[in-house]
């Protein structure tokens, strides 16, 4: 089975984002008809999300204050743990494709800017259209009095994917543009596993969408996997995790959450979160599922 998000907020996903969420999920899911693996999965169905345009992520990577899109990816693989992520990297059209050469090329978990960069040419992960890469010369001046997430809802968000495959694994991925007035250099939690990402065989599997500060502080991905781990439903492990995280330091966030015998839940405290699942031939993407009001 496999669950896709395309971000949470106050602003409902246009009929595009779904159509590209569904494409996302019939993409990962034959894969795993075909006996891919859960890996294979979610860095596919990623991708999908990360060349449509249609959401913060690749194509759609909003830019920091200088003008410059820096995007954030991480992948990992519940089987033994292993992940790999990039942060600030510019001009790739799919950096999840570039986490999972740091993860299976490399001996590092997280590579940064350029050197990520040079990684994914290396590997021949395709470039950012022109018309996507270029620096817009408005934004090239910026200043510390304008930091800040942005009030207005934004119509575009961070991708993710989690996925089971035949033989019982699990796995994560996610992918970001950041978030709206970003100083140059500012990454979030997608890339940072046990943040915005983590799969465990043993526990299940678990990908982030929100404001990254507050995710990373409440390092919100493992508690929930380590409650999967104690044996708390997706729902109860990832409500009672946002919830706490909104009470604590008023963090709004989403979560996919897919448990290691295939239970799932998908979990968010704002209005609205871009998201489906598919497992046979029952697939659903909706603009909502389970909003968490308390807390």
């Not at 595009?16 to 894969?31: K, S």
């Not at 409650?227 to 330091?249: F, H, N, Q």
Request: charged letters at 25%.
């Amino acid at each position: 089975m496999i669950l896709v998000h395309g971000g949470c907020g106050g602003a409902q996903p246009t009929a595009r984002q779904l159509a590209a969420i569904r494409e996302a999920l019939n993409e990962g899911y034959a894969l795993l008809e075909t006996g891919g693996s859960a890996v294979d999965a979610v860095e596919r169905a990623v991708a999908v999300l990360e060349m449509s345009g249609r959401f913060n992520a690749g194509k759609g990577a909003k830019r920091q204050m200088d003008g410059v899109a820096r995007m954030d990816a991480s992948l990992m693989d519940g089987r033994d743990l292993a992940a790999g992520a990039v942060a600030s990297i510019e001009g790739i059209l799919t950096p999840i494709r570039a986490a999972r050469c740091v993860m299976e090329r490399t001996p590092h978990v997280l590579l940064v800017g350029e050197s990520a960069r040079r990684l994914a040419r290396l590997h021949r992960i395709a470039p950012l259209p022109p018309e996507h890469s270029k620096e817009r010369s408005k934004a090239s001046r910026f200043s510390a009095r304008g930091i800040g997430t942005c009030k207005a809802p934004s119509k575009l968000g961070t991708v993710g994917a989690v996925a089971r495959d035949a033989d019982g694994h699990v796995a994560a991925a996610t992918s970001t543009g950041g978030i709206t007035r970003m100083l140059p250099g500012r990454v979030g939690d997608s890339p940072l596993i046990g943040a915005g990402t983590y799969a465990d065989d043993a526990a299940g599997a678990v990908s982030m969408t929100g404001t990254g500060e507050t995710i990373i502080r409440m390092g919100v991905a493992k508690e929930i996997a380590m409650a999967l781990e104690d044996g708390r439903s997706p729902e109860t492990a990832g409500g009672r995790a946002l919830a706490r995280m909104r009470r604590r330091i008023g963090g709004d966030a989403g979560a996919i959450v897919l448990s290691a015998d295939g239970a799932f839940a998908i979990l968010h405290t704002t209005p609205y979160m871009a998201s489906g699942y598919r497992a046979g031939r029952i697939a659903r993407a909706a603009s909502c599922f389970h909003r968490i009001r308390e807390g």
